[in-house]
């Protein structure tokens, strides 16, 4: 991922900010739209539809995101944190 790259851009938050929306849901919605971004990613390198994508892909994901972490550091991964 590029470091410029967020998963909720600027325009989006104002979005769920305006929303008339509890805390609690607000950060639902963030959430949801951050891993639809995630999702998508993952399923772009199965080369499958999201929809097509099955939990042990998305645990699979993570774990060799996870292991490129901590193998190459934080910045060599997709995720970065």
Do not use: C, N
């Amino acid at each position: 991922m590029d470091s410029a790259q967020q998963f909720l851009t600027e325009e989006e938050s104002v979005k769920v900010d305006a929303a008339l929306l509890s805390s609690p849901e607000k950060f639902l919605t963030r959430l949801t739209i951050s891993s639809l971004r995630i999702l998508k990613h993952i399923a772009h390198e199965y080369g499958v539809a999201v929809e097509d994508l099955t939990a042990q892909q998305i645990i699979a994901w993570f774990e060799k995101d996870g292991k490129i972490r901590r193998e190459q550091g934080v910045e060599a991964a997709y995720l970065k944190w």
